[in-house]
């Protein structure tokens, strides 16, 4: 490993840093105390979740069934059929707009903010 | 070229395509750490070919591996396809501009090959999900590029090394 390999090295660990920064600031100033949670299977939206009551959901993925589970204002898959569980191992998340992706199951889900951007409350269906 | 040298190239672009098609294909069932994380193994062969012919042989390693892995696995024009074409394009062609306009290394190339293999699936993902949200991952797969770019590399001099002292071309 030379010179220039080791400032290219410190340039990407230093912006990858940055970035997450950046980005973990963003989404904490962004999520507000009412959320709700968008569960999405081919970028059609296919359930909205009320994440202030605590309970379980399951949607069908390509693989099967994703099963939801809802706690403390936190949302996580608590299993679902994929080769590696890469979206169950990633566990709870209850930022805004940060992404639960199961890639294999075509299934996204994602937290916003309940109230839109009118001042108005969001409907949950 | 005489047809004794054309043959024998065309051997070890045979020989490495079809070991970064092995890897390609094995890789995902090795248990590390971290979900998600893959080590690049095959990027290790399409390094070899760069040093050992030029662009265009890593180009050819590259892609060829991406179809013909993705035909086997029956993924062909899936998810998994388009990330690992995008990821493959981005990384092959910064590397070719970086080692035309950089001193970087074998490592250093890796490094920046992981990186933006990695940058380039999740600007696939982006457009596939069509969410922009997706760039959240960017910077833990962006920081994880760097210890598996800095095998690969290693691994990739240490090939490199073995090869020219057994005087291959």
């Known amino acids: 490993m030379n010179k220039a390999d080791k400032t290219f090295i410190a340039i990407v660990a230093v912006l990858s840093v940055l970035l997450y920064g950046s980005l973990q600031y963003v989404v904490r100033a962004t999520t507000s105390n009412q959320k709700i949670a968008v569960v999405s299977y081919r970028d059609k939206e296919v359930l909205r979740i009320d994440m202030s009551r605590d309970d379980k959901y399951v949607v069908q993925g390509t693989l099967g069934e994703v099963f939801i589970e809802v706690e403390d204002n936190r949302i996580r898959v608590e299993k679902e059929t994929s080769p590696l569980h890469i979206c169950s191992i990633q566990g709870w998340i209850e930022y805004a707009n940060v992404p639960i992706t199961c890639l294999p199951n075509h299934i996204v889900i994602v937290i916003i903010n309940a109230v839109n951007e009118n001042g108005e409350d969001t409907t949950v269906k | ?169």
């Open chain 2, 1 to 169: 070229m005489n047809r004794r040298k054309r043959v024998r190239r065309m051997m070890i672009l045979t020989m490495l395509l079809a070991m970064s098609i092995v890897f390609h294909m094995l890789e995902p069932s090795l248990p590390l750490p971290i979900p998600g994380v893959k080590l690049g193994l095959a990027n290790i062969l399409g390094l070899i070919a760069l040093y050992m012919f030029g662009w265009r042989e890593m180009l050819s390693i590259n892609f060829g591996r991406v179809l013909i892995a993705s035909l086997l696995r029956g993924i062909i024009f899936g998810t998994g396809f388009w990330l690992s074409l995008s990821g493959v394009a981005l990384s092959s062609l910064t590397v070719i501009i970086l080692k035309k306009f950089t001193p970087l290394s074998a490592v250093g190339l890796s490094v920046a090959s992981a990186t933006f293999h990695n940058i380039g699936q999740i600007l696939a993902i982006i457009v596939i999900w069509s969410s922009i949200m997706m760039v959240y991952w960017l910077p833990v797969m962006i920081w994880m590029s760097i210890p598996t770019g800095i095998l690969t590399g290693t691994l990739a001099v240490a090939v490199l090394k073995r090869i020219s002292k057994g005087g291959s071309p």
